[in-house]
């Protein structure tokens, strides 16, 4: 399918409105900024809440590479707020492209030097050092000490333990356990023995 068609078409039939933020309208770079656009008024267009919307999913599918992660980006940051609600399919397509485009950032020489380069930058060293001493002397005069870190070896609870725990439980919450749900599962937990 040709988005980008469908994509002009829309931004044409709404150059005639004025460009400045009017009630029930939102502006939108027709070139978005991450992909170099401007503020200019021949890069602004009024468009409605859905309008925008499908400019962006359009600008998605238009995309492709980190300019889509780009767009992808845009869609997240969108539905964000009460307006724009995402369905749940198209979430989990931006989330899974975002993990990817996360694992192709290793992949790239130039990203991973720079990542080399500041972890090996002395002044940020210093600085995160710097940090980690001040949480550690806030931990100290809290009486914290490297002891309580370690955990304590995994018991397991016996049928009985279990059910008194959610017993008591039940009991915190004001939930009836003589009910015919709650008296099954206690029984059940009782049987495990």
Excluded at 29 to 52: F, Q
């Amino acid at each position: 399918m040709e988005y980008n068609i469908i994509y002009n078409d829309l931004i044409a039939r709404c150059q005639h409105r004025p460009k400045q933020k009017n009630k029930g309208f939102e502006l939108h770079h027709i070139t978005p900024k991450s992909l170099g656009g401007d503020n200019t008024r021949d890069n602004l267009v009024n468009l409605t809440a859905k309008e925008h919307w499908v400019a962006h999913r359009l600008l998605h599918r238009i995309h492709t590479g980190t300019d889509q992660h780009k767009m992808a980006t845009a869609l997240v940051m969108m539905s964000g707020t009460k307006t724009y609600k995402v369905p749940s399919r198209f979430y989990e397509q931006i989330a899974q492209m975002n993990r990817q485009q996360a694992l192709n950032s290793w992949q790239d020489p130039v990203y991973v030097a720079k990542q080399k380069m500041k972890r090996n930058d002395p002044a940020i060293r210093a600085e995160t050092v710097r940090k980690w001493r001040e949480t550690m002397a806030k931990k100290k005069a809290e009486g914290w000490t490297k002891k309580q870190t370690v955990s304590a070896p995994y018991k397991r609870r016996t049928p009985e333990e279990k059910v008194e725990k959610l017993l008591a439980k039940y009991k915190a919450k004001g939930i009836d356990p003589t009910s015919a749900k709650h008296k099954r599962y206690i029984n059940s937990l009782k049987k495990q023995s």
